[in-house]
């Protein structure tokens, strides 16, 4: 199994992100998807998740109405679109999934 994160970056307060997760070495349309984040000094947290199949996502309160997670199967990827995004989004963002973790991107809010 291999879950590669790619998307993130430095973005000013207000700015978007896209973030992709790119996987493979399994049937990704069986398993549910999720990112997952760290900031510093801080445990990690579930951010989205999204199933195998429907369109029965969810969200951290912390991010609900920013950002939007959703997956393209026949590209065996899944995404996660953030917008206005807050100094407190600052954090490496993980993805997750058939008991499976991506070695994270960095995203950096400031101004």
């Known amino acids: 199994v291999q879950l590669v994160e790619s998307g993130g970056g430095l973005v000013q307060p207000g700015g978007s992100l896209r973030l992709s997760c790119a996987a493979s070495?399994?049937?990704?349309?069986?398993?549910?998807m999720s990112w997952y984040r760290q900031a510093p000094e801080k445990a990690r947290e579930l951010v989205a998740t999204?199933?195998?199949?429907?369109?029965?996502?969810n969200y951290a309160d912390s991010v609900k109405g920013r950002f939007t997670i959703s997956r393209d199967n026949a590209k065996n990827t899944v995404y996660l679109q953030m917008n206005s995004l807050k100094p407190e989004d600052t954090a490496v963002y993980y993805c997750?999934?058939?008991?499976?973790w991506g070695q994270g991107t960095l995203v950096t809010v400031s101004s």
């Open positions: 997750n999934g058939a008991f499976s």
């Open positions: 070495g399994f049937t990704f349309s069986r398993y549910a």
């Open positions: 999204i199933p195998s199949v429907g369109a029965s996502t």
